[in-house]
């Protein structure tokens, strides 16, 4: 079965700091999803990842994949106040999505 | 491009009572998801749709939740009865195939009480 974890469950850092969110899974699997929650909102995608390697940058978010060793991290660069939300990884397995329990972000100024 | 939609927003309903949501996809789209939500978690599959055929519905608890999608589109999960631990928020996702980025609709929120 299919296991996505994500780590830290929590994070709470500094406007203007770095930090890397971690997300592993058990099974093979080519793609990969990043995805942004507000606190009483729906899932907004942030990137899609199709490939070995695969890196993609949107802002202060970077996101890349590394298949072989079934992770994937999401940097934030010097971060700020709007990136306060829960973020999920999400990883395509037999057509199937599966979430990780979500990194809880609070950035405070 | 209309987003996925969803209805109701909110439901309050007794335990043993029955509910229902709805959801409309975003046109075109062939796959069709429901997950369920629970505070402070990560989206959980109950069941995915491929047009109007069930893909994945290994963790739908088939005793007391049953979904369809007629014609291909619009799809409806229903609960009977309900329980105190279904109350979460019901996602509904569409992709154009199971590979594809899915798109998420706002959701419904359910309380059983």
């Known amino acids: 079965e299919l296991k996505v974890e994500q780590n830290p469950l929590f994070l709470s850092m500094q406007e203007g700091k770095n930090y890397t969110i971690y997300c592993n899974y058990s099974?093979?699997?080519?793609?990969l999803y990043w995805y942004r929650q507000d606190p009483g909102k729906s899932l907004e995608s942030l990137f899609v990842l199709l490939s070995n390697g695969a890196v993609k940058q949107e802002g202060r978010l970077m996101a890349s994949l590394d298949t072989k060793a079934r992770l994937s991290t999401l940097h934030i660069t010097a971060a700020v106040h709007d990136l306060s939300a829960t973020y999920f990884c999400a990883v395509c397995y037999n057509n199937d999505m599966r979430f990780g329990a979500g990194t809880r972000l609070t950035v405070k100024p | 491009e209309a987003g996925v939609a969803q209805s109701p927003r909110y439901k309050i309903i007794e335990k043993r009572q029955s509910v229902a949501f709805w959801c409309n996809p975003i046109?075109?789209?062939?796959?069709l998801y429901w997950y369920q939500q629970i505070l402070g978690q990560g989206p959980k599959l109950l069941i995915q749709f491929q047009n109007n055929g069930v893909v994945d519905d290994s963790q739908l608890p088939k005793d007391r939740f049953s979904a369809e999608r007629l014609k291909g589109v619009d799809s409806t999960l229903k609960i009977q009865p309900a329980k105190l631990e279904d109350s979460a928020v019901y996602l509904c996702a569409s992709s154009y195939t199971g590979a594809t980025e899915a798109f998420f609709g706002q959701g419904t929120r359910l309380t059983v009480v």
């Open positions: 099974t093979t699997s080519d793609r």
């Open positions: 046109s075109g789209h062939a796959t």
